[in-house]
């Protein structure tokens, strides 16, 4: 029992030493409790060492992402972003570490992948866009500044078509990063509603508080 509990507690470096701990004593407890002895009792309890951990690290980065969205106004867009990815990878890890969930996972994974390839060829578009937008400010500048002392009013027109370029790419920017934020959100909040639905929790799962 005790290997299972020190391979389990291997497999959650991610978290905290505090929230290892809390991990480690409350399933120990447990198997003890229920007078589990052996690494063979303790897995077809509570799963493989690996398929517990993912659960676990899924569960707290849930948790973390839900108190961050209630302080949505304290975080930056690129961390909450950040947040939601890693949220999102941590339950596709839990889902394939459970046998039980794989049929369930090929369905939602091919959503999930014609979702992506139409959510990248807009991005690839809006990138194409954005940088052509940025070619033409860099144009703009450097022929203006090559013709302003030779033909003033040629020059500032140039400089201004590039300052305005440059000017509408950091607003592209600012709102490709923000759709781009939307579509993590969008796919942790998919991610979520689909693992409490499908991944199975034995009795100590379920009675574990986060």
Not at 88 to 108: E, G, R
């Amino acid at each position: 029992m005790n290997e299972y509990i020190q391979t389990v507690q291997k497999l959650l470096g991610q978290l905290t030493t505090a929230e290892q701990q809390e991990v480690v004593e409350y399933y120990r407890e447990y198997l003890l409790d229920a007078g589990i002895e052996t690494y063979q009792q303790a897995v077809d309890e509570l799963g493989s060492p690996r398929s517990l951990a993912r659960k676990v690290l899924a569960d707290y980065s849930i948790k973390m992402t839900e108190q961050a969205g209630d302080h949505a106004q304290s975080r930056s867009t690129v961390q909450a972003t950040k947040n939601n990815v890693k949220t999102v990878w941590l339950i596709i890890l839990a889902l394939l570490s459970t046998p039980v969930t794989i049929p369930i996972l090929i369905v939602v994974g091919a959503l999930f992948l014609a979702f992506a390839a139409v959510v990248f060829s807009l991005f690839v578009a809006a990138l194409a866009v954005y940088l052509s937008i940025i070619a033409v400010g860099v144009m703009g500048l450097v022929m203006g500044v090559s013709t302003i002392f030779q033909a003033p009013w040629t020059g500032i027109f140039y400089l201004g078509i590039g300052f305005f370029a440059l000017g509408a790419s950091w607003i592209g920017w600012l709102i490709l990063k923000w759709i781009g934020s939307k579509v993590a959100w969008a796919l942790s909040w998919t991610a979520q509603k689909i693992y409490h639905r499908f991944i199975p929790r034995s009795r100590a799962e379920r009675g574990r508080k986060l």
